[in-house]
C-alpha cells in the first residue's frame, strides 16, 4: 500500500531523472477509503499518464537464445554474431517518430547484453492506450535487411496502467530463421511480453530460471519492497495491512522542507514483519552468484528459449491512462484488444486493478485499486478522462509537443464540413488553454465540446469568453448550423462582428442572412445587428431587404422545417420594413420604386415571350413596349424626375431605359439585355432573368468576391471579376453585364486555327506590346484563380459558352448551377 504521497513542487516533479523514478506530472490524484465506505485503507495515490511530459524510454537488458542463430563458415568460422536492436514506438497500428537503435555488440555464448536505454521522442502523456514498442531484432556481421526475430511490448496493460519495471519479452522467429529440425522456437508476427520472475515462458520455451523459482521468488520480493509493498507471503496477505503510524503534520512539513527530493515515499509495511535483514541480503548476493554461474555453464541440447530482456522507468507511484472521456469507447476497445492478446496475464495477483460496481475502488486480498474509467462520472474519474475540474490548475498553459503542435494546426485547418474524429477532440480539450491565444482556433475549439454535459458546457464557455478576438470571417463559423441551440456561442459571435466596418459587414451579407434559418426564434441577436448596420449603411439596407424578401416570399418549400424558416425571414423582413418606416422612410420608398421598376421589366418579359416567334420577333415587341406610343410603359424611357436607385449597385441612380441596346438572349427563359441610362452621365447593363433560381450563383459570386478580397489583402492580384449577382424573387433575379466581354466558342469561331484563338483575340485587341504583355498576363493569373475556385466548389458544366474572357485577357466564368460534383446528366 501507498499512502498519499506528498509533493514537493510541480517544477522539481517534472525534473526527471536518469533512472525514470522522478514523477513528470502536475500532481498526484487521492482517493480517500472513507468516502467510500471503506474502513481498511488509508489514501491511495497515483499519477495520471495525460500529466506527463517525459519522454518514453525503455532499456534493453539483454537477449537469450542465441546459439539457433550462429552459422559456421568460412567467411565467418566461428559463428560470430553481431547484434543490435531496433525498437519502434508504434499507435493504433503506425508507426509513430523515428526507431531508436542499440549499439552493435558481440553475442557472448548463448547471450548478447546491452543495458541502454532508447528514448523516443513522444511523451507518456501523448499515448494512446494501445502504444507499444516494437523491437526488432538484427545481425549487422552479414548486412542482413531481414530481422533475425522481433517482438511487442504493449506500454498499458489491460487495466489501463503504464507498466513498470523488468519485462521478458519472447521473441518470435522470422519465417527465413525457423527450422523444424533445430530448436524449438516461437513464430508468429511478434511475441508478447510477460513479467519478468514468471515460472514459466509461453510457446514451448523453457524456463529462465531452470534451476529453480527461489531466485525469482527474491527478485519478487526485492520489487515488492522497492514499491513500498508488503511483501509475499507475509500476514498482510492474509489480514487487513497496518499502517505505520506517522503525525500528518510532521510528513507535510517534513515534504514542504525539501523540496529537490520530489515525492516522500511512505513505506507501508507490517509491523509484525521484519525481512531483508543483513542476512537475507548476503544469501541473495550468494544465489544470485550460483545462478549467473549456472547459466555461464554451457548448457545441454536444447539451449533456452529466445528471450528479450527489457526494462521500463519505474515510478514512485502507479501511472494510470487518463484520456479525454468522449474517447472511452476507444479506450475500452484497446483494452478488450490488449486482454485478447493476452499482453501480460502472468501479472502479479496482488496489484490486479479490479472494476466495481462503483468504478472507483476495490480490495481484494489486502491490496488497494484504482479504475480511472469510472463509469458514472464523478470529480476523480472526470479529471482523469477528460482533463478538466478543480484540479486542472496550470496544466491549461502546457504547451504541446512539436508532433502535437503540428497535428493541432491541420485540425484547425481542415475544412469545417468534415466530422471530428475522437483523437482530434482530445487533443483539442487537452491543448485549450494554450489554443486560447489563437483566434483561428475558436470555432475547432467549440467543435470538441460536449455540450450535452452542464459542466463541459460551462467551462467551454468560460473558455471562449477569455479566447483571443476573432474576425469576421471566424464568426461566421459560429453561426452556423452546428451552433444552431446554442445560444451564447451566437451571442458571441454577433459580439465580434460588432467590430467590423461596414465594408466587411457587406461583404458577408448574404451568409449572415443565410445564417438567420438556424435561430430558434426572431428577433435575435443577429437580427437586431443586422437591422442596426441597415439603418445606418444604404448599400447594406438594399442588400439586405432583396435577400430577406427572397427567402420570405420562397413558397416553394413546403416541409416543416423550411416554412419554420420562411417565417423567420417574414419576420425580419417585417420588422425591418417598420423600422425604415419610423426612421427612415425615404429609404423605404426607393426600396418600393426598385420593385415596381422591375415588375414592369417582368411583365415586359412574358408579354414578349407570348409572340413565341423567333428571338428578333420578340426583340422588336420588347422595344416597342419601352416606347413612348405605349403609354402604360412611358415611364421606362425617360424617369429622370423620379430617378431609381440600381438594385445590384445601389450608389447608381437609373433614370431611363435606351430601347436600342435592349435584346433578348438565344435561350429557353429568353433572359433580357437591358441598358439603363444612368444619373450624372454613362449607362449600365444587367440581365434580367425570370424563371431561373439565381440565389446559388449569388452565393458563389459572393465567395469569389471574398477570395479576391483575401488574396488582395495578401498582395496578391488573381484579376478576378466578381460582377454583381442579386436575387429579387425565388425565380427572379439581376446579374450585372460585363462589357467587352466574349465566350471562349465566339474566340475560337472567330480564329482562323483553333490553335492560336486565344492568343489572336488578345492581339486583335491589344496592338502594343507591352499592352499585349498584360494581358497575357492577366489571361494567365485569372485562368490560374477561376481553376482553383472551381475546382474547391466542384462547378459542373464548364463548356465554352460558360467561359468568358474580356479584351483585357481577363477569364471569368458564368452559370453555377451545377456545383459540388452535381453534374448534368442526358436522358
Not at 46 to 55: A, E, F, N, T
Not at 187 to 211: I, P
Not at 451 to 467: H, I, R, Y
Request: a positive charge; hydrophobic letters at 35%.
Amino acid at each position: 500500500l501507498h499512502q498519499g504521497h506528498e509533493m514537493a513542487s510541480p517544477s522539481s516533479a517534472r525534473r526527471g531523472g536518469q533512472d525514470g523514478t522522478k514523477a513528470g506530472a502536475a500532481g498526484t490524484r487521492s482517493i480517500d477509503s472513507s468516502s467510500l465506505g471503506g474502513s481498511m485503507l488509508g489514501k491511495v495515490s497515483y499519477l495520471r499518464s495525460s500529466d506527463i511530459v517525459l519522454p518514453v524510454r525503455v532499456r534493453v537488458v539483454r537477449v537469450e537464445g542465441l546459439n539457433r542463430f550462429r552459422e559456421f563458415r568460412l567467411d565467418n568460422p566461428t559463428g560470430a554474431l553481431c547484434l543490435s536492436v531496433e525498437a519502434q514506438l508504434v499507435m493504433g497500428s503506425k508507426p509513430v517518430g523515428l526507431p531508436s537503435s542499440t549499439p552493435l555488440v558481440g553475442a557472448e555464448k548463448d547471450l548478447a547484453n546491452w543495458s541502454d536505454w532508447l528514448t523516443f521522442d513522444t511523451t507518456i502523456a501523448s499515448l494512446s492506450p494501445s502504444a507499444e514498442i516494437q523491437l526488432v531484432l538484427r545481425d549487422r556481421i552479414k548486412s542482413r535487411k531481414e530481422p533475425l526475430a522481433r517482438a511487442k511490448l504493449r506500454l498499458f496493460d489491460e487495466k489501463g496502467r503504464l507498466k513498470q519495471g523488468s519485462k521478458v519479452c519472447e521473441l518470435a522467429l522470422e519465417k527465413k530463421n525457423r527450422h523444424p529440425d533445430r530448436h524449438a522456437g516461437r513464430g508468429g508476427g511478434g511475441g508478447d511480453e510477460k513479467e519478468k520472475g514468471s515460472s514459466s515462458s509461453r510457446g514451448g520455451g523453457v524456463s529462465h530460471a531452470a534451476g529453480g523459482n527461489s531466485l525469482v521468488d527474491l527478485e519478487e520480493q526485492v520489487r515488492r519492497y522497492r514499491f513500498g509493498l508488503s511483501p509475499v507471503g507475509s500476514i498482510s496477505d492474509h489480514h487487513h495491512h497496518h499502517y505505520r503510524r506517522q503525525n500528518h503534520q510532521d510528513r507535510k512539513s517534513s515534504s514542504s522542507s525539501s523540496p529537490g527530493r520530489g515525492y516522500q515515499q511512505q513505506q507501508l509495511i507490517s509491523t509484525s514483519s521484519v525481512w531483508m535483514t543483513r542476512l537475507a541480503k548476503r544469501r541473495a548476493l550468494e544465489m544470485k552468484k550460483n545462478q549467473d554461474h549456472q547459466n555461464a555453464q554451457p548448457r545441454p541440447y536444447p539451449p533456452r528459449a529466445l528471450s528479450m530482456y527489457v526494462e521500463l522507468p519505474a515510478w514512485n507511484l502507479p501511472i494510470l491512462f487518463a484520456e479525454n472521456k468522449r474517447h472511452q469507447h476507444t479506450y475500452n476497445e484497446d483494452l478488450r484488444s490488449a486482454a485478447a492478446a493476452g499482453a501480460d496475464d502472468e501479472e502479479d495477483a496482488d496489484e490486479e486493478l479490479e472494476h466495481d460496481s462503483q468504478g472507483l475502488l476495490s480490495y481484494e486480498g489486502g491490496t488497494w485499486v484504482v479504475d480511472p474509467v469510472v463509469e458514472g462520472g464523478g470529480e476523480v474519474g472526470r479529471s482523469l478522462l477528460y482533463g478538466g475540474g478543480s484540479h486542472a490548475g496550470g496544466r491549461l498553459k502546457q504547451p504541446p509537443s512539436l508532433k502535437e503542435r503540428q497535428v493541432l494546426n491541420a485540425i484547425i485547418k481542415a475544412p469545417r464540413g468534415g466530422a471530428m474524429t475522437p483523437d482530434a477532440r482530445v487533443l483539442l480539450w487537452k491543448f485549450r488553454g494554450f489554443l486560447s491565444k489563437n483566434k483561428f482556433a475558436l470555432g475547432a475549439f467549440l467543435r470538441c465540446v460536449d455540450w450535452g454535459d452542464q459542466n463541459d458546457k460551462k467551462e467551454a464557455l468560460a473558455m471562449m469568453m477569455e479566447w483571443a478576438p476573432i474576425d469576421a470571417i471566424d464568426a461566421l463559423d459560429l453561426l452556423s448550423e452546428t451552433f444552431k441551440d446554442i445560444p451564447e456561442i451566437r451571442r458571441y459571435a454577433v459580439l465580434s462582428l460588432q467590430r467590423a466596418s461596414d465594408e466587411e459587414v457587406l461583404m458577408y451579407l448574404l451568409p449572415l442572412t443565410q445564417a438567420l434559418r438556424y435561430e430558434v426564434s426572431v428577433p435575435c441577436a443577429l437580427s437586431r445587428f443586422l437591422e442596426k448596420r441597415a439603418i445606418r449603411n444604404v448599400s447594406i439596407c438594399n442588400y439586405l431587404s432583396w435577400h430577406l424578401r427572397v427567402e420570405a416570399h420562397d413558397e416553394t418549400k413546403g416541409q416543416d422545417k423550411k416554412i419554420n424558416q420562411r417565417s423567420i425571414y417574414r419576420s425580419v423582413y417585417e420588422s425591418l420594413d417598420r423600422l425604415l418606416l419610423s426612421t427612415n422612410p425615404r429609404q423605404r420608398e426607393e426600396l418600393l420604386a426598385q420593385k415596381a421598376l422591375l415588375k414592369d421589366l417582368r411583365d415586359m418579359v412574358e408579354e414578349a415571350r407570348k409572340t413565341g416567334g423567333r428571338t428578333d420577333e420578340k426583340v422588336s415587341v420588347l422595344r416597342d413596349l419601352m416606347r413612348p406610343p405605349h403609354g402604360a410603359k412611358r415611364h421606362l424611357l425617360d424617369f429622370d424626375s423620379n430617378p431609381v436607385r440600381c438594385p445590384i449597385r445601389p450608389d447608381l441612380w437609373l433614370v431611363g431605359v435606351i430601347p436600342e441596346k435592349t435584346t433578348m438572349f438565344k435561350s429557353a427563359m429568353a433572359p433580357l439585355l437591358v441598358t439603363f441610362k444612368v444619373k450624372g452621365g454613362g449607362t449600365i447593363k444587367f440581365i434580367f432573368k425570370v424563371g431561373d433560381d439565381l440565389r446559388k450563383d449569388q452565393m458563389v459570386m459572393c465567395i469569389i468576391d471574398l477570395v479576391d478580397n483575401l488574396y488582395k489583402r495578401l498582395g496578391l492580384d488573381l484579376c478576378l471579376t466578381p460582377y454583381q449577382i442579386l436575387a429579387v424573387a425565388p425565380d427572379e433575379g439581376l446579374v450585372e453585364f460585363v462589357d467587352n466581354s466574349y465566350t471562349l466558342s465566339k474566340v475560337r469561331d472567330q480564329a482562323q486555327k483553333a490553335q492560336d484563338a486565344l492568343y489572336s483575340f488578345l492581339r486583335r485587341h491589344n496592338t502594343q506590346g507591352p499592352i499585349l504583355d498584360m494581358a497575357i498576363e492577366s489571361f494567365v493569373r485569372s485562368c490560374a484563380g477561376y481553376c482553383v475556385i472551381t475546382y474547391v466548389l466542384g462547378a459542373g458544366d464548364r463548356h465554352l459558352d460558360n467561359l468568358l474572357i474580356t479584351t483585357k485577357g481577363r477569364l471569368f466564368h458564368i452559370d453555377f448551377g451545377y456545383l459540388f460534383g452535381v453534374l448534368l446528366t442526358f436522358s
